[in-house]
């Protein structure tokens, strides 16, 4: 069974410029998660989708950071404009159901200058 | 809210002994599940056991068992016999309430030395 897919694996961008990653999670999981994890901390969720319906982004910053999850897929997390403190390692996981147990794509690591 | 408390930032271990990290955490509900993750230097997320609260028995995966006290609020990971491959981060995290959050830990920095 193939795991949580996300890309680019590295991104390095100039402050305010835009970035988008992409993650494609396991096949049939209904749940899927982004969470950023700043250095030297455990990871901070962002957003929850269950199928394409948003369950809470109460920890997204809406003025810059947005997410969809098109048909219940594929989901595309966008910074505009990114900040110095964007830099992090942003993670995508997924789950079968809600309480299920949710299983980490490889992560990207963002650096912005 | 719930909170997660990893006192132990770093540790270290010599091949084919046995340690412990700790991990307490807060809440005030009842039914919920506490895990423990490991991060290898590559950054992937990988589970390495799980507990429901409900359960009175400790979760046991292979080289890998948990002490939890749930009145504690305390949710320890023992590994036994201890590998190279086991040098990570380890995360303890908690899932509960409406939407099954996960609420991370600081994370403890394990190093098995030969």
């Known amino acids: 069974e193939a795991g949580v897919a996300q890309s680019p694996r590295y991104k390095i961008i100039e402050k305010r410029q835009s970035v988008a990653f992409w993650c494609n999670p396991i096949s049939g999981h209904a749940t899927l998660y982004w969470y950023q994890q700043i250095l030297g901390q455990g990871p901070k969720l962002l957003i929850q989708f269950q199928n394409n319906g948003v369950v809470d982004d109460s920890q997204l910053p809406k003025d810059r950071f947005s997410a969809e999850r098109l048909k219940g897929v594929d989901s595309t997390l966008k910074i505009q404009p990114a900040k110095l403190e964007d830099s992090a390692v942003y993670l995508c996981?997924?789950?079968?159901?809600?309480?299920?147990?949710?299983?980490f794509g490889p992560g990207t690591r963002l650096l912005v200058l | 809210a719930q909170t997660v408390t990893q006192s132990q930032p770093e540790m270290s271990v010599q091949e084919a002994e046995t340690v412990t990290l700790s991990c307490t955490y807060d809440?005030?509900?009842?039914?919920?599940?506490l895990f423990w993750y490991k991060q290898p230097p590559s950054r992937q997320m990988i589970l390495v056991i799980r507990?429901?609260?409900?359960?009175?028995q400790n979760a046991t995966e292979n080289r890998f068992s948990v002490n939890f006290q749930k009145a504690a609020k305390s949710f320890s990971l023992k590994i036994s016999d201890s590998q190279l491959g086991d040098t990570a981060m380890y995360f303890c995290?908690?899932?509960?309430?409406?939407?099954?959050?996960?609420?991370f830990g600081k994370g403890t920095l394990l190093t098995v030395n030969p």
């Open positions: 995290a908690f899932g509960g309430g409406s939407n099954y959050k996960l609420t």
């Open positions: 507990q429901e609260a409900y359960k009175q």
């Open positions: 809440t005030s509900e009842n039914n919920y599940y």
């Open positions: 996981a997924s789950s079968p159901g809600g309480r299920e147990t949710q299983y």
